[in-house]
């Protein structure tokens, strides 16, 4: 049943790409496959941090690292920023999902070799190896399987879809042209400017300059905005017919990184319309601004608390104890911080 969650989500998940996640399925055949997918990375390794019993209790989950990064050349590897980073927990029994996005200018450890910085800088140093891993050490969590896509993926996608109606406020009208007409020419795909604020119905081009509008506000906002796509485009998804979902599969496939295998591959994939998103929050749960070095980052007031607040609200774990790797990581980005 596990293959069915996985190629049910990583087929679609290109509408996520940089912004935007779900858990749709449809029927898939052979035969309509794309003739080019992508190369398969190797799995993450599991996080020797976690205790046995955290391990046993993650069983029932697929835990997926999702990372939208800004590739304008289509490098899905090192030396490219993830401008989103998402974890999907799904609930392999019930098809419930949550998802956590981690602020990307959170200031967390990095790497083995002890450096630490804004977490989006781990891909740009280690690719999705090196993002995976961060995420796995700073959150206690083992990640399964990642997802990597970019810009030009979610617009193609979400056009395929129809796009998707979203209010727009006064203040992101104020900025959003400029960043339509950036993402028209990092993605080479057609589109305009909106005329209004208010309501709008948003195509590919128009749903990413959306998703990665700052600068009138925060990163929280922002990432806001994101989940506010991911939900629209879940229940576009999940109205979508066989033959328009195939195309999404023909088209993004090519363009992504995952460490999914063709062997997760089945002639039909079906039953995953009971996927269902059902929460989504911010990581870290209490933050504030902080100058580490020569860096404006978001930082955790307290680490071992937001991890142990990650794992309630992941795997409902009231009684989680962060492990000693997160405890050692609070302590650093404190005594940074005070200096």
Request: aromatic share 8%; charged share 25%; with cysteine.
């Amino acid at each position: 049943m596990a293959n069915y969650f996985k190629w049910g989500f990583i087929a679609i998940a290109a509408v996520w790409a940089a912004m935007i996640g779900t858990m749709v399925g449809f029927a898939w055949n052979m035969s309509q496959m794309p003739k080019k997918l992508p190369e398969m990375e190797q799995p993450p390794v599991q996080n020797t941090n976690i205790s046995i019993e955290t391990q046993e209790k993650m069983e029932g989950y697929w835990t997926v690292a999702v990372f939208g990064v800004d590739a304008r050349n289509g490098n899905l590897e090192k030396e490219t920023r993830s401008d989103m980073q998402m974890v999907f927990n799904i609930n392999l029994g019930t098809g419930e999902m949550r998802v956590v996005s981690v602020y990307r200018d959170t200031y967390l450890k990095l790497n083995k070799k002890g450096r630490y910085g804004k977490i989006n800088d781990a891909y740009f140093l280690g690719g999705p190896a090196q993002a995976v891993e961060a995420f796995s050490v700073n959150l206690d969590l083992s990640i399964d399987d990642y997802a990597a896509f970019s810009w030009k993926a979610v617009a193609e996608a979400i056009n395929l879809l129809d796009g998707i109606d979203v209010d727009i406020s006064h203040e992101e009208f104020r900025l959003i042209n400029g960043f339509i007409t950036e993402t028209v020419e990092s993605t080479g795909i057609g589109s305009h400017h909106l005329k209004k604020e208010g309501m709008n119905h948003l195509d590919g081009v128009q749903a990413v300059a959306y998703a990665r509008l700052r600068k009138m506000d925060t990163d929280f906002k922002r990432t806001e905005r994101q989940r506010k796509v991911a939900d629209l485009v879940i229940q576009k998804a999940r109205e979508a017919d066989l033959g328009t979902l195939n195309k999404v599969a023909s088209v993004v496939l090519p363009q992504i990184s995952t460490s999914i295998g063709m062997k997760d591959i089945l002639p039909l994939i079906k039953n995953a319309r009971r996927f269902h998103l059902t929460a989504s929050e911010g990581f870290p749960y209490k933050v504030k601004d902080a100058m580490i070095g020569e860096k404006d980052c978001v930082v955790p007031i307290d680490m071992v608390d937001s991890v142990k607040h990650l794992h309630q609200f992941l795997f409902d774990d009231e009684e989680y104890q962060p492990s000693e790797a997160v405890k050692e990581i609070g302590k650093i980005i404190k005594s940074r911080v005070s200096k």
